[in-house]
């Protein structure tokens, strides 16, 4: 065998390996004595949120039960399970390279997002509204023309306020915010007039800041979020236990 045949034949086994690593599903690794990886939010309260230095919230309960589901199917009552915080711009990245399991925070369940990853039964069904100060007198999208509206950088809601702005011509300036705790923030300080986020967000959001009563969720639904776990959608057999356990979880 010549080098050049050597080359590519060494090019053709180390590509194959690494279609078996990444073929791997997560119930085979776990048996294998691998760990369970967890993605998780900051600030996504009341769902996802860290709270002395502990990731906990409604989904994370749910994300919980399902690590038990995980251990009970592949027989290892000491499955580790890891934590990895991410953002609304990294969390579907995550999960895709898979770099976490399950991210469990307060992913809405879209078509344009399950071309890269799949989404188990929906835990929560809310939309975005509008978080303003409490003086303001601002209670729909159309009352901001012409001023500043921030929203939080890789959401649902994010994208519905841009489209809206163009095809109404609102003329508003859409802001991004890196986490959605700068979005409050932002509202507060007065660099923007109004913060589109998930309803139930940003009341729990509000509720956490020192003066709750200085600001208020106003106006209609401008989008329907439904909630739901990410995980990967090249893993059938993981994702059907998860959604078997979702379900018994709803049901019961």
């Given at each position: 065998?010549n080098?050049?045949?050597?080359?590519?034949?060494?090019?053709v086994?180390?590509?194959?390996?690494?279609?078996?690593?990444?073929?791997?599903?997560?119930?085979?690794r776990?048996?294998?004595?691998?760990?369970?990886?967890?993605?998780?939010?900051?600030?996504?309260?009341?769902?996802?949120?860290?709270?002395g230095?502990?990731?906990?919230?409604?989904?994370?309960?749910?994300?919980?039960?399902?690590?038990?589901?995980?251990?009970?199917?592949?027989?290892?009552?000491?499955?580790?399970?890891e934590?990895?915080?991410?953002?609304?711009?990294?969390?579907?990245?995550?999960?895709?390279?898979?770099?976490?399991?399950?991210?469990?925070?307060?992913?809405?369940?879209?078509?344009?997002?399950?071309q890269?990853?799949?989404?188990?039964?929906?835990?929560?069904?809310?939309?975005?509204?509008?978080?303003?100060?409490?003086?303001?007198?601002y209670?729909?999208?159309?009352d901001?023309?012409?001023k500043?509206?921030?929203?939080?950088?890789?959401?649902?809601p994010?994208k519905?306020?841009?489209?809206?702005?163009?095809?109404r011509?609102?003329?508003?300036?859409?802001?991004?915010?890196p986490?959605?705790?700068?979005?409050?923030?932002?509202?507060e300080?007065?660099?923007a007039?109004?913060?589109?986020?998930d309803?139930?967000?940003?009341?729990?959001?509000?509720?956490g800041?020192?003066?709750?009563r200085?600001?208020?969720?106003?106006?209609?639904?401008?989008?329907?979020?439904?909630?739901?776990?990410?995980?990967?959608?090249?893993d059938?057999?993981?994702?059907?236990l998860?959604?078997?356990e979702m379900?018994r979880?709803?049901?019961?």
């Open positions: 065998m080098i050049s045949h050597w080359r590519l034949a060494c090019a086994a180390g590509l194959c390996w690494a279609m078996g690593v990444s073929a791997q599903g997560v119930l085979e776990v048996a294998a004595g691998g760990k369970l990886v967890i993605a998780h939010r900051e600030m996504a309260v009341p769902f996802s949120y860290v709270d230095g502990k990731p906990i919230g409604y989904a994370m309960d749910l994300c919980h039960r399902l690590a038990d589901v995980v251990r009970k199917k592949t027989g290892m009552k000491d499955m580790p399970v934590y990895l915080q991410v953002t609304p711009a990294t969390r579907i990245e995550a999960v895709e390279s898979g770099k976490a399991d399950l991210e469990c925070g307060s992913t809405t369940n879209n078509a344009e997002r399950r890269k990853v799949a989404f188990t039964v929906p835990h929560f069904i809310t939309g975005a509204r509008m978080l303003v100060k409490a003086s303001s007198a209670e729909r999208i159309e901001l023309e012409g500043k509206l921030v929203s939080t950088k890789g959401t649902t994010l519905a306020v841009q489209q809206a702005n163009r095809e011509l609102l003329r508003i300036e859409v802001l991004e915010a986490e959605h705790g700068k979005g409050v923030e932002m509202v300080t007065g660099e007039d109004a913060f589109v986020m309803d139930v967000l940003l009341f729990g959001l509000a509720a800041r020192p003066d709750p200085a600001l208020k969720v106003v106006g209609r639904f401008i989008t329907t979020e439904p909630l739901a776990i990410m995980l990967s959608k090249k059938p057999e993981f994702k059907k998860v959604d078997d379900r979880l709803i049901t019961s």
